[in-house]
């Protein structure tokens, strides 16, 4: 994998010289490079920030040094005619990274990272590159950091470690920490009975001791339910839905379904709900509007514990019938980034007779998250949609 990272401090990458990453650099794993941003600037001072136009505390990195910089990067392609980087810029605004974060990335043959300082970039910056390759806000957690140099730190070891090769013990990958939605069991070592110095013998659970594989197996699988109930109770209700669409009670919509679906609709595109220009009706659509729709497509609704957690419909273009229509393809903002859009994407396809021939969904044009699926599915723009700011994509069948 090829790693490029531009920083004002090129110094704080240095700890990715050490360990387990490092030895990924030496081995030639991860080709890492590191970019000092002042050196795309021209003046004696080597200044990248000034002052904010409209005022306000801080500084503003400039977007000329940022130009030049990932102009740098995406130049040194080395010949290759590869995709251009996935580039990550680093932000307390940006979407949460996690371990599903950490996997889908570490399929990526190239990254790069803009490490943000002061207030951040001039926002012109994320509109030139996001003409060049994927730009992606990525946020540690629900904290301010003075920049993303940490953050890179963070990411590059997560993502660095899940390539084939790094850790030597493929099956310790298996058995962490949020693999599988669960927090890791507690670990144990020789001697089984310790002193502590305070006059409590502190032993090593019993189970542990004897060679009762099965009897281990369930004890640490125990273990991990009560930790993450305790540390982590957000997390179990992922975890009893991680199992993918095959987990979840799968039923074609009926009316009684319609309320809950009108709610779903506003959850997943929240943010244009406000609006009055929305690309789409969906999000303001009432219970009767969904219920009259149902006689026109082919509704489907997944429930887990039987809570809606995700709908897709489909029918054949009523003006083009070798055309098999998806839309509204919907996961509950919770349990988004874990593969179950993609899933409700291949059921919608399979469902599809076999004389259809093309695959169409439509979507809002500035929908990037939604746009990066259906791309990586297959799908390409063919056009503008019917809804102002809307485009429509297809796919072969
Ligand atoms: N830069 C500043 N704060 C950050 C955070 N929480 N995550 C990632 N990058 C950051």
């Known amino acids: 994998m090829r790693i490029d990272a531009v920083t004002i401090f090129p110094g704080y990458l240095a700890a990715l010289d050490l360990s387990l990453i490092g030895r990924a650099r030496r081995e030639g794993i991860i080709d890492l490079r590191v970019h000092d941003l002042r050196d795309f600037t021209h003046d004696r001072h080597r200044t990248v920030d000034d002052t904010p136009y409209g005022g306000g505390a801080g500084m503003v990195m400039k977007a000329q040094p940022w130009r030049e910089a990932l102009t740098h990067v995406l130049d040194s392609d080395d010949g290759r005619s590869g995709p251009a980087p996935v580039l990550?810029?680093?932000?307390?605004?940006?979407?949460?990274?996690t371990q599903a974060s950490a996997r889908e990335l570490a399929k990526a043959p190239w990254l790069a990272f803009a490490c943000?300082?002061?207030?951040g970039i001039d926002e012109r910056v994320y509109e030139w590159a996001t003409e060049r390759m994927e730009v992606r806000v990525v946020s540690l957690g629900d904290y301010v950091l003075n920049g993303g140099e940490v953050a890179v730190l963070a990411m590059v070891e997560a993502i660095g470690?899940?390539?084939?090769?790094?850790?030597?013990?493929?099956?310790?990958?298996?058995?962490?920490?949020h693999e599988g939605g669960l927090l890791e069991y507690p670990i144990y070592t020789k001697p089984a009975t310790w002193d502590g110095g305070d006059g409590v013998e502190r032993v090593v659970p019993e189970v542990l001791l004897g060679?009762?594989?099965?009897?281990?197996?369930?004890?640490?699988?125990?273990?991990?339910?009560?930790?993450?109930?305790?540390?982590r109770p957000d997390l179990l209700h992922d975890a009893a839905t991680t199992?993918?669409?095959?987990?979840?009670?799968?039923?074609?919509a009926t009316p009684a379904d319609a309320a809950e679906l009108a709610v779903l609709q506003k959850a997943c595109?929240?943010?244009?709900?406000?609006?009055?220009?929305n690309w789409w009706g969906a999000p303001a659509e009432d219970a009767d509007t969904v219920a009259a729709d149902l006689e026109h497509w082919s509704t489907h609704?997944?429930?887990?514990?039987?809570?809606?957690?995700?709908?897709?419909r489909v029918r054949r273009d009523p003006t083009e019938p070798r055309t098999w229509q998806i839309g509204r393809l919907m996961v509950v903002p919770d349990l988004q980034g874990r593969g179950l859009g993609r899933e409700l994407l291949a059921l919608a396809e399979s469902l599809a007779p076999p004389d259809v021939d093309t695959y169409w969904l439509n979507t809002g044009a500035d929908q990037q998250r939604l746009l990066r699926i259906y791309r990586k599915a297959g799908y390409r723009i063919s056009g503008e949609g019917e809804g102002p700011g809307t485009v429509d994509l297809t796919r072969r069948a």
């Open 161 to 177: 470690r899940l390539l084939p090769g790094v850790v030597g013990n493929a099956e310790s990958l298996v058995e962490e920490s």
């Open 211 to 231: 060679g009762n594989h099965a009897a281990i197996a369930d004890w640490r699988h125990q273990q991990r339910l009560e930790r993450t109930a305790a540390r």
């Open 269 to 277: 595109w929240i943010e244009m709900v406000a609006p009055v220009e």
């Open 301 to 312: 609704v997944f429930r887990s514990g039987g809570r809606l957690v995700g709908s897709v």
């Open 88 to 97: 990550l810029v680093p932000g307390p605004g940006g979407e949460r990274f």
């Open 243 to 252: 199992g993918g669409l095959a987990d979840l009670d799968h039923a074609v």
């Open 116 to 119: 943000g300082r002061y207030e």
